[in-house]
Nanobody, 118 residues
Framework: VQLQASGGGLVSAGGSLSLSCVAS????????MGWFRQAPGKEREFVGG???????TRYADSVKGRFTISRESQTTVALRMNSLKPEDTAVYYC?????????????WGQGTLVTVSS
């Protein structure tokens, strides 16, 4: 099983960036997918997640109203990030699990770096 994240980069504060994650190696029907992030010196934290149908999403309070998750297929999830802040700087990881709340995801991507300059 492999989760391949892409789309990270450098952006100015207030700007936007989109991430994409493609999963392969098994069926992900019934699996939730989502995003986590880890800033330098901090623990990994949940950003947002969506059900396999994409009919339900949830977000961390810190990104509500600015980030949008979309489940584009059973194996693809995207993260649209608007109004980015320097504190959004982190390595972003996509994840998947049969637990719809993604409490302890079984599958992880390799991470993609997002840097927001002030």
């Amino acid at each position: 099983v492999q989760l391949q994240a892409s789309g990270g980069g450098l952006v100015s504060a207030g700007g936007s960036l989109s991430l994409s994650c493609v999963a392969s190696g098994r069926t992900f029907r019934g699996y939730a997918m989502g995003w986590f992030r880890q800033a330098p010196g901090k623990e990994r934290e949940f950003v947002g997640g969506t059900t396999w149908r994409g009919d339900s999403t949830r977000y961390a309070d810190s990104v509500k109203g600015r980030f949008t998750i979309s489940r584009e297929s059973q194996t693809t999830v995207a993260l649209r990030m608007n109004s980015l802040k320097p504190e959004d700087t982190a390595v972003y990881y996509c994840a998947a699990d049969s637990d719809l709340l993604l409490r302890r995801p079984k599958y992880w991507g390799q991470g993609t770096l997002v840097t927001v300059s002030s």
